[in-house]
C-alpha cells in the first residue's frame, strides 16, 4: 500500500547530541513537509520541499536541518542548536501545488516520531 | 492572508449524542478546507475536504462539514458519537501553504 513511513516511532537523546529521523513516502508526491506537534499549539511547520533538491524554511527552522535527494525521501535532523527539542514530529507529503493557489491537494501524513531529550 | 480558528479547544459528549466541532476561517483566496483526525501518537488522518463543490461535504465514519462562506465557518458535525470518536480533530485551511488550527480534544462519555 502507497503511505508515509517515519522512523524510529520513539527516539531519546541526550544534550547535545544530533538526531535524524527518517521520512519516506511512495505516494509518488512531489511535495513534503515536516511539522511539530506540542500540547495544545497544533501543528507548526519546520521545513517543506516541492521538489527534489530544493527545500524552504517554515515558521520554526532554527535548529533544524533537512535534505531532498530523493523525491522518496525527506530526511529531518535536529541539531543541538534546538533549544527544546522534547516533541511529536509529522512528516507528511502532497502533489505538486506549485501552480496552484490555494492548494487544492490533502496532506497525507506519517505516524511520527516522538523524541525525548534526556 | 489564511488562517484558522477553532473554537473550542475541548468538547464533550455523551455516546449517541450529536458531534459539533466549530471553525472559522479567513482566505484571501477561495479556499480548500480541510478536518483531520489523530488518535494519540498517530499521525492524522483526513476526514474530509471541501474544494469548492459541494458545499456540505461528507466524510468518513459518519463526519460532515456544511462550508458557509457568508459565515466564513466549516463546522464538523457527526449526528451520533461513538466512544472510537474520542480523538483530536484539526481544521486546515489552505493557501499557498496549510494553515492547521490549534485543535478540538473530543471526550465521549459512555
Known amino acids: 500500500d502507497g503511505g508515509i513511513t517515519q522512523s524510529p516511532k520513539y527516539l531519546f537523546r541526550k544534550e547535545g547530541q544530533n538526531v535524524t529521523l527518517s521520512c519516506e513516502q511512495n505516494?509518488?508526491?512531489?511535495?513534503m513537509y515536516w511539522y511539530r506537534q506540542d500540547p495544545g499549539q497544533g501543528l507548526r511547520l519546520i521545513y517543506y520541499s516541492q521538489i527534489v533538491n530544493d527545500f524552504q524554511k517554515g515558521d520554526i527552522a532554527e535548529g533544524y536541518s533537512v535534505s531532498r535527494e530523493k523525491k522518496e525521501s525527506f530526511p529531518l535532523t535536529v541539531t543541538s542548536a534546538q533549544k527544546n527539542p522534547t516533541a511529536f514530529y509529522l512528516c507528511?507529503?502532497?502533489?505538486?501545488?506549485?501552480?496552484?493557489?490555494?492548494?487544492?491537494?490533502?496532506?497525507?501524513f506519517g505516524e511520527g516520531s516522538r523524541l525525548t531529550v534526556l | 492572508a489564511q488562517s484558522v480558528t477553532q473554537l473550542d479547544s475541548h468538547v464533550s459528549v455523551s455516546e449517541g449524542t450529536p458531534v459539533l466541532l466549530r471553525c472559522n476561517y479567513s482566505?484571501?483566496?477561495?479556499?480548500?478546507l480541510f478536518w483531520y483526525v489523530q488518535h494519540p501518537n498517530k499521525g492524522l488522518q483526513l476526514l474530509l475536504k471541501y474544494t469548492s463543490a459541494a458545499t456540505l461535504v461528507k466524510g468518513i465514519n459518519g463526519f460532515e462539514a456544511e462550508f458557509k462562506k457568508s459565515e466564513t465557518s466549516f463546522h464538523l458535525t457527526k449526528p451520533s458519537a461513538h466512544m472510537s470518536d474520542a480523538a483530536e480533530y484539526f481544521c486546515v485551511v489552505t493557501g499557498n501553504q496549510f494553515y492547521f488550527g490549534t485543535g478540538t480534544s473530543l471526550t465521549v462519555i459512555p
Open positions: 505516494l509518488n508526491h512531489d511535495a
Open positions: 507528511a507529503s502532497s502533489k505538486d501545488q506549485r501552480r496552484r493557489v490555494p492548494n487544492t491537494g490533502e496532506l497525507f
Open positions: 482566505s484571501s483566496y477561495s479556499p480548500s
